[in-house]
């Protein structure tokens, strides 16, 4: 699976134990795990995001800028990516951990892909954490819409519910030991999302919503 993962990515690891660690969880090995290499992948992947769209769009604003990194780099988009180069096959858990829902593996799979971009960091280093980064985001900065990505999730929501004559969407929240449960009703579907933060929760569903939406139209 490792080798997989490394032929998803483009690039093979000189230290293959730096691979290993980033998909092992806390709930499987309290003391060896992958949180440090989130937390350092987290921050070099904001920084690959943030140099590129600086560099494409000059008379851009920081805040636009802003907006622009927060939607590529924001949690649904982490997991997805994640998944799309088999990460979610790879990441041991515990098996309480592993019996979770889909839905509530989002954030786990989001830390597995900013692991991932730590461990490219320490093994190959930053030109080569930048290649992989931009490749595996080479569709969305290439589909990027200067006017639509300005607007966050929610946002965007907020606007299509306004243009049918519908109420601003009212988001139902529930609190529990994993992070914040956010659920939305649209169209008598309830639509339910679990996040770290509130807000996360509010931008997941948001995202669930917009993109049903845009499968309708299609």
Same mark, same amino acid.
Do not use: W
């Given at each position: 699976?490792?080798?997989?993962? =490394?032929?998803?990515?483009?690039?093979?690891?000189?230290? /293959?134990?730096?691979?290993?660690?980033?998909?092992? @969880? #806390? /709930?499987?090995?309290?003391?060896?795990?992958? $949180?440090?290499?989130?937390?350092?992948?987290?921050?070099?992947?904001?920084?690959?995001? /943030?140099?590129?769209?600086?560099?494409?769009?000059?008379?851009? !604003? $920081?805040? @636009?800028?802003?907006?622009?990194?927060?939607?590529?780099?924001?949690?649904?988009?982490?997991?997805?990516?994640? #998944? !799309?180069?088999?990460?979610? #096959?790879?990441?041991?858990?515990?098996?309480?951990?592993?019996?979770? &829902?889909?839905?509530?593996?989002?954030?786990?799979? %989001?830390? *597995?892909? $900013?692991?991932?971009?730590?461990?490219?960091?320490?093994?190959?280093?930053?030109? &080569?954490?930048?290649?992989?980064?931009?490749?595996?985001?080479?569709?969305?900065?290439?589909?990027?819409?200067? =006017?639509? /990505?300005?607007?966050?999730?929610?946002?965007?929501?907020? $606007?299509?519910?306004?243009?049918?004559?519908?109420?601003?969407?009212?988001?139902? @929240?529930? %609190?529990?030991? !994993?992070?914040?449960? *956010?659920?939305?009703?649209?169209? =008598?579907? *309830?639509?339910?999302?679990? !996040?770290?933060?509130?807000?996360?929760?509010?931008?997941?569903?948001?995202?669930?919503?917009?993109?049903?939406?845009?499968?309708?139209?299609?």
């Amino acid at each position: 699976m490792l080798e997989i993962i =490394e032929k998803n990515i483009g690039y093979s690891f000189v230290n /293959s134990q730096l691979l290993e660690l980033a998909f092992v @969880h #806390k /709930s499987y090995n309290n003391k060896l795990n992958n $949180e440090r290499l989130e937390f350092l992948g987290d921050t070099i992947l904001n920084s690959i995001i /943030s140099q590129y769209l600086f560099l494409k769009y000059p008379e851009a !604003s $920081e805040g @636009h800028l802003s907006r622009i990194r927060s939607m590529l780099v924001q949690s649904q988009s982490l997991a997805d990516k994640a #998944k !799309s180069i088999k990460l979610n #096959k790879a990441v041991k858990l515990s098996k309480g951990t592993a019996n979770l &829902q889909e839905d509530n593996k989002q954030s786990i799979y %989001e830390g *597995c892909f $900013e692991s991932l971009i730590g461990a490219v960091f320490l093994d190959g280093g930053l030109d &080569q954490a930048t290649i992989v980064a931009i490749n595996l985001f080479s569709k969305e900065l290439d589909e990027i819409s200067l =006017e639509n /990505s300005f607007k966050d999730p929610k946002t965007q929501l907020q $606007e299509v519910f306004q243009s049918r004559g519908m109420s601003p969407p009212t988001y139902s @929240h529930f %609190e529990n030991n !994993s992070g914040f449960e *956010c659920s939305l009703t649209f169209q =008598e579907k *309830c639509y339910s999302s679990l !996040s770290k933060s509130k807000q996360g929760a509010e931008v997941k569903v948001a995202e669930k919503v917009l993109k049903d939406i845009e499968h309708t139209h299609d």
